[in-house]
């Protein structure tokens, strides 16, 4: 977990141990597990449940310590006797990933005394609207085992087993595509397709997915689908994916979720670049996370050959 990054040498000392995992506006994250082990030295050895009990047991104590010197805090800062301050334990978490502010995740157990087993997600990147859902329930899957502490190796294997599907088409490009609404088509189409050529010209700076709409109703007319199928018009919602080297050198493709030409389906189908896919959406994430748990995949050559094969 992140330690904040500045912390005032009255509350911790440099060369202190800081057990503040991470804080935010109203919220304050302990590491609790130092103070646990000092209370009870079995505590290793207690179930989950019992756990969470003693854990809650200690939070509400220091909650009503910390409420009680709010006093002395009031009364020295603020100079007044009466005040509203008062700490409260809000739950209990058996385990927590923080990225950053405002970004985590975090598996709730107990929740104001009562039973939970709950995982609750703050701004993460794989719950973006622009994420490919099946990548984004793949990479929760895997934030789950890691909060549930599954071994490193199970992990990784489960991430080679999740690639090879993509590489081997088992899982189909319609849910591989990135998906985004095209809302400044328009702007960024500087002029169509003149006589003699396949593609209309775009805007230099024109956003990747708009230039991906640009190919697909390009080729629907080059090919003409045009009178058969739809165009993708300003404000769609689309799926774009990156393309190999073609005979039409274009980088990626778009196109609508609801209706697919045959002929665009096959080219698609021979030219998408799913390793690339891999790479740019999900391997950078998982990537983070791995380096966010000390874990170094450059290091271990059994890992470093999975993210740099194929």
Known sequence: MKKLEEIPSFICKEGDT???????????????????NHLYPNFDEMEDK???????????????????????????????????????????????YFRATRRYAQWITKEEGIEKDTLDIKGLEFKKANFPPILGKFFKEILIDLLKDAKKEDITQRIMDFKQQILDGTLSLNNLGNPVAVKKLNKYTKS???????????????????????????????????????????????????????????????????EMPPKIEDFIERYADRKKIFDSILLNKLEGLYSDMGWDLTLNPYINEFFTSN
Not at 18 to 36: G, K
Not at 198 to 222: C, M, Q, R, T, W
């Open 50 to 96: 019992e756990k969470d009990e003693v854990l809650e047991k200690v939070a509400l104590q220091y909650q009503d310590i910390i409420t009680d010197y709010y006093n002395t805090l009031a009364k020295d800062c603020f100079n007044v006797d009466e005040h509203r301050l008062e700490m409260h334990t809000e739950c209990v978490i058996r385990s927590a």
């Open 18 to 36: 800081n057990f503040a995992a991470y804080c935010d506006t109203d919220s304050v994250y302990i590491h609790a597990e130092p103070i646990l």
């Open 192 to 258: 169509k397709a003149r006589p003699g050529e396949i593609f209309s010209k775009v805007e230099k700076g024109a956003p990747a997915a708009v230039k991906a709409a640009v190919v697909y109703n390009d080729l629907l007319k080059f090919w003409g689908l045009n009178k058969e199928y739809s165009y993708i018009t300003q404000g769609d919602k689309i799926k774009w994916i990156y393309l190999k080297p073609n005979e039409y050198h274009v980088e990626a493709i778009g196109f609508l979720g609801y």
